[in-house]
């Protein structure tokens, strides 16, 4: 069974401009699950983003979020809305 069919067609990645989330996003892309990225840094995720999408045909939400922040589930889900 794929990941897509167990889990469904995405993925929530935080802290996916760097360290173990960015490494956890290039996984799950190169298994064809399409992304949600999540981070501060926009500049990285945008980057990462268009790595992955020209790398593995896949479907990518760039979310500059601050988790830390008291409003990070109306922002998320802005994002994530369609």
Do not use: C
């Not at 020209?54 to 889900?77: G, Q, W, Y």
């Amino acid at each position: 069974m794929t990941l897509n069919e167990k889990y469904g067609p995405w993925a929530l990645v935080t802290g996916a401009s760097s360290g173990i989330g960015e490494e956890f996003a290039r996984r799950l892309a190169a298994r064809g699950m399409n992304l949600i990225l999540v981070a501060r840094r926009k500049e990285r995720l945008e980057k990462l983003s268009q790595e992955l999408t020209t790398n593995h045909n896949i479907n990518i939400v760039v979310a500059p979020i601050d988790l830390t922040s008291e409003n990070f589930l109306d922002d998320l889900k802005r994002y994530t809305a369609d």
